[in-house]
């Protein structure tokens, strides 16, 4: 995956997207990020909040994401089990600390980028890979947001079957082709060899060629 460019999964709980995640993780140099639905709380609250509220809100968001990753996680037959991130209590505070004091100095969306980018770099040190894949169900809903906040993306789409295709998914392919690939679920089932080593190949472009709707078109 070529250095510097975020790769994202999207989808229900029933579309396989963590299990996409997951095994795109089993490659020496990607560590799968799963279980970060802070990523797109986070995006929620630099949309609609500014000031004061927004960081209070940030804080209270990460002490909820603290506790939730001090709980058992879920039993999951997935290689790296129901819960893959790398953060613990210390590493989260201290850099939300980090953040609040930005946003006391008046910095907005590069400030909440860092912020994500040195939680992420901190679980990949630790995982001992170089790049990440970071799998949340609500991303596909806030792309111009998280497009906002890491321009360079790719984003996976894995749709559940005859799910109807996503009216502001369909327009953010539109405004920026080759960075939105809808992938869908039965592909999974009988090519996912094929359909991970597509998307590896498809991240690490840099200048992508438009993606269609389907895993198909991805690697025509």
């Given at each position: 995956?070529r250095?510097g ?13 963590l299990?996409?995640t ?23 609250i630099f949309?609609?909040h500014t000031g004061e509220?927004r960081k ?6 990460m ?15 997935l ?6 991130i790398?953060?613990d ?21 590069l ?19 170089p790049r990440?894949?970071c799998?949340?169900?609500?991303l ?13 993306m790719?984003i ?13 998914a ?9 960075q ?5 679920q039965?592909?999974l089932?009988w090519?996912?060899?094929?359909v ?7 991240s690490?472009?840099?200048?992508p060629?438009?993606?269609g709707a389907s ?6």
């Amino acid at each position: 995956m070529r250095q510097g460019t975020p790769l994202f999964i999207s989808g229900g709980t029933r579309s396989r997207a963590l299990w996409l995640t997951d095994r795109i993780g089993c490659q020496p140099h990607v560590s799968p990020i799963y279980d970060a639905d802070f990523v797109a709380q986070l995006l929620w609250i630099f949309m609609v909040h500014t000031g004061e509220e927004r960081k209070r809100l940030v804080a209270r968001c990460m002490v909820d994401t603290v506790r939730r990753l001090e709980t058992k996680a879920p039993r999951s037959s997935l290689s790296h089990g129901g819960r893959h991130i790398h953060l613990d209590r210390r590493a989260i505070s201290t850099r939300t600390d980090e953040l609040l004091n930005q946003l006391d100095c008046g910095m907005g969306i590069l400030a909440l980028r860092e912020y994500i980018s040195d939680l992420f770099a901190h679980h990949c040190a630790i995982d001992d890979k170089p790049r990440w894949a970071c799998s949340s169900a609500l991303l596909v809903h806030m792309l111009p947001q998280l497009h906002s906040l890491f321009p360079e993306m790719r984003i996976v789409h894995v749709a559940a079957p005859r799910e109807n295709p996503l009216a502001a998914a369909e327009s953010f392919a539109a405004q920026f082709p080759g960075q939105y690939a809808r992938i869908e679920q039965n592909d999974l089932r009988w090519t996912a060899d094929e359909v991970v080593e597509s998307i590896l190949s498809w991240s690490s472009t840099v200048n992508p060629r438009p993606v269609g709707a389907s895993r198909r078109q991805m690697a025509a």
